[in-house]
T-cell receptor
């Protein structure tokens, strides 16, 4: 089965609220990445966290990584309607030389 | 300027036809990829080239043949198209993909293929 599993599959919140998405993976990793995909568009890289890091921030984004639990979370604070998109985690698949994507969380932010 | 571009954006064709999708990146990256995204948004790697050399070849029917004329271009040719080939195909590039370490990947806008 695929490396990354995301939870929840869909999330609907009001503008201004925080959104949290979780990702679990199976094998050891060197890094984990989060990507955003707007409807009908390609994926855009958001943030990369290395296996020796526990938390990383980028603007309104906060990513945590727990390698003991093989899980990561993406927090978007003060969400905006423009944050409406699908969010994917991707891992390097434990020395396979390729990125393996989760199935994504579809986030809807209502104005 | 578009970093990773793909043509065409939409492709509607009959079963049994042969079609090609082209990809170009102007980021100076060494590695390029083809991904397939199905209707459930599941994104799966198909191929990867590093400096024109095939380095990843997933379990993909041999009707799919990638070609990299130079490190800035990676094309995908599909023979004898089938209904199940309908999907969105994404090209991506990264600075390097050597061994386990994966750099950030930059994606094209996708090619929406519909086989009738």
């Amino acid at each position: 089965s695929q490396q990354g599993e995301e939870d929840p599959q869909a999330l609907s919140i009001q503008e201004g609220e925080n959104a949290t998405m979780n990702c679990s993976y199976k094998t050891s990793i060197n890094n984990l990445q989060w990507y955003r995909q707007n409807s009908g568009r390609g994926l855009v890289h958001l943030i990369l966290i290395r296996s020796n890091e526990r938390e990383k921030h980028s603007g309104r984004l906060r990513v945590t990584l727990d390698t003991s639990k093989k899980s990561s979370s993406l927090l978007i604070t003060a969400s905006r309607a423009a944050d409406t998109a699908s969010y994917f985690c991707a891992t390097d698949g434990g020395n396979t030389g390729k990125l393996i994507f989760g199935q994504g969380t579809t986030l809807q932010v209502k104005p | 300027d578009t970093a990773v571009s793909q043509t065409p954006k939409y492709l509607v064709t009959q079963m049994g036809n042969d079609k090609s999708i082209k990809c170009e990146q102007n980021l100076g990256h060494d590695t390029m990829y083809w991904y397939k995204q199905d209707s459930k948004k599941f994104l799966k790697i198909m191929f990867s080239y590093n400096n024109k050399e095939l380095i990843i070849n997933e379990t993909v029917p041999n009707r799919f043949s990638p070609k990299s004329p130079d490190k800035a271009h990676l094309n995908l040719h599909i023979n004898s198209l089938e209904l199940g080939d309908s999907a969105v195909y994404f090209c991506a590039s990264s600075q390097r993909s050597l061994g386990a370490y994966q750099e950030t990947q930059y994606f094209g806008p996708g090619t929406r293929l519909l086989v009738l």
